[in-house]
């Protein structure tokens, strides 16, 4: 029997964590998805909200008591919209290690976890914990950033570097598209426009079209004077794309894009959500 798609959601509580059990949220009403809550404790935190809780013997009591609350609230806006189920678990350890293990033992789809955006990135992309979840997880990685909130998806922008691997990820992207009637732009950046990157994208069209079930996948070569990362976020920005979409299979396209240089120029990436496949 197939099992329902399942998400994972790390929770701290923080605004922009808290905005993305929204968006795991209204993406499990699509998916008909199980969504399951982990939070990884602070014993530092933990001991100063013990402290504050008058009735605590157990120092994880108050938390949990606010898991439950937000189960609660998920299960009132999202169960009856499809989302199958919601639950929460606790469990210590580095949060790293401890959310991509959780993932993986629970045969997790996706991983929606929140970030601080400009905050988090402003020294370094691969780095934080978020990033570091990104880079490690083999399961499918969506990243939201601290006050972009949930709203249908106009347009999802994919970033191709003409891989074998791409016929599968676009089938994906459909998938998801098609819960919001989203468009797709499939782009491929280059620094230089020459004939073998037109030859290139001609025969990645040929490959990919019979992939694509969907009627509203836009193909796109640009090529800027910039590097490839600052090129493609001036695409986003100018197609007025609202999710971007990487493969990292081949990691040289995937740091190319967000080396530490690259990150200080850019905001638009880090304001907008990322959603990292890892499976195709």
């Known amino acids: 029997m197939k099992k329902n798609f399942k998400i994972v959601c790390p929770v701290d509580f923080s605004e922009c964590s808290l905005n993305a059990v929204e968006y795991a949220a209204r993406l499990g009403e699509k998916y008909r998805a199980d969504l399951i809550l982990i939070h990884v404790p602070d014993k530092d935190d933990y001991q100063k909200l ?11 009591a108050f938390i949990k008591k606010k898991l439950d609350s937000l189960v609660q609230t998920v299960e009132v806006e999202s169960l009856s919209k499809g989302l199958v189920s919601c639950q929460s678990h606790i469990q210590e350890g580095k949060i790293v290690s401890t959310v991509l293990d959780f993932a993986n033992e629970n045969n997790a789809d996706l991983i929606v976890l929140g970030t601080e955006g400009v905050n988090e990135f402003k020294n370094n992309y691969i780095g934080t914990k978020a990033s570091k979840i990104v880079s490690k997880s083999s399961i499918d990685v969506f990243v939201i ?39 797709i ?11 073998i990157d037109k030859s290139l994208h001609k025969t990645m069209v040929e490959e990919l079209s019979p992939f694509v079930k969907y009627d509203r996948v836009n193909y796109v070569l640009k090529s ?10 001036n695409y986003l920005i100018t197609a007025k794309g609202d999710i971007l979409v990487t493969l990292s299979k081949k990691k040289v396209w995937f740091e190319q894009i967000f080396t530490n240089n690259l ?18």
Do not use: C, W
């Open 185 to 195: 732009d499939v782009v491929h950046v280059s620094s230089k426009n020459t004939s």
């Open 224 to 233: 800027y004077r910039d590097e490839p990362g600052l090129g493609l976020e």
């Open 50 to 60: 013990a402290a504050v809780d008058r009735h605590g013997g157990d120092q994880y």
């Open 145 to 183: 950033p601290r006050k972009v909130y949930f709203k249908p998806p106009r347009k999802f922008v994919y970033a191709t570097d003409y891989m074998e691997e791409d016929k599968i990820a676009i089938q994906k992207i459909v998938e998801l598209a098609g819960f919001f009637d989203s468009e």
């Open 263 to 280: 990150s200080k120029k850019m905001s638009y990436f880090i304001n907008k959500p990322l959603l990292v496949l890892k499976r195709a």
